[in-house]
């Protein structure tokens, strides 16, 4: 277990002099992971076929049992971020569907690191290229979980 101090500040002026107000919380981060739902091959469907529809593409499940591979291993792991660089690999590199793996991958691992409490503090440069590199194969799992860890960031309660 590790523990996690968020420390928000505030600033206040009053007549030119500034007064600054500080929040701690902790927590620790097993509490993050006993938040985590288990992850199932529905859920990704889903959240690919929101992606279609909404930004278009074709849509369809190409390899159900890729999913369902992913499915058996994250839900297994115990660690956020690795379950995060899982999904992102898993989905982005193996191309489960005809199209919006990489825009899957990522809103799926979104959602997951958001469920224990964590967002990703990357620009949509940094993304897009992280995502890229992870469909040319030229990233490992652990890679992109050391990525992860390097831009998350924690929240004092799950995001959904």
């Known amino acids: ?81 690795k379950r995060a660089a899982l999904i992102l690999h898993t989905i982005a590199a193996q191309h489960p569907f005809f199209d919006g793996n990489k825009r899957t991958a990522f809103v799926t691992a979104e959602n997951v690191l958001g469920e224990a409490g964590y967002f990703l503090d990357a620009g949509d440069d940094e993304i897009v290229e992280l995502m890229r590199k992870i469909a040319e194969y030229k990233h490992t799992v652990k890679i992109i979980e050391n990525w992860i860890r390097e831009k998350a960031m924690a929240t004092s309660a799950p995001i959904f």
């Open 1 to 81: 277990m590790k523990l996690i101090v968020n420390v928000d500040q505030y600033q206040i002026k009053v007549k030119n002099k500034s007064y600054y107000s500080y929040t701690i919380r902790f927590g620790l981060e097993q509490d993050r992971v006993d938040l985590m739902e288990e992850l199932n091959v529905e859920r990704i469907i889903e959240i690919h076929d929101d992606i279609i529809k909404e930004y278009g593409g074709t849509g369809g499940l190409l390899i159900q049992g890729t999913l369902e591979l992913l499915i058996y291993k994250v839900n297994r792991e115990k660690d956020v971020f």
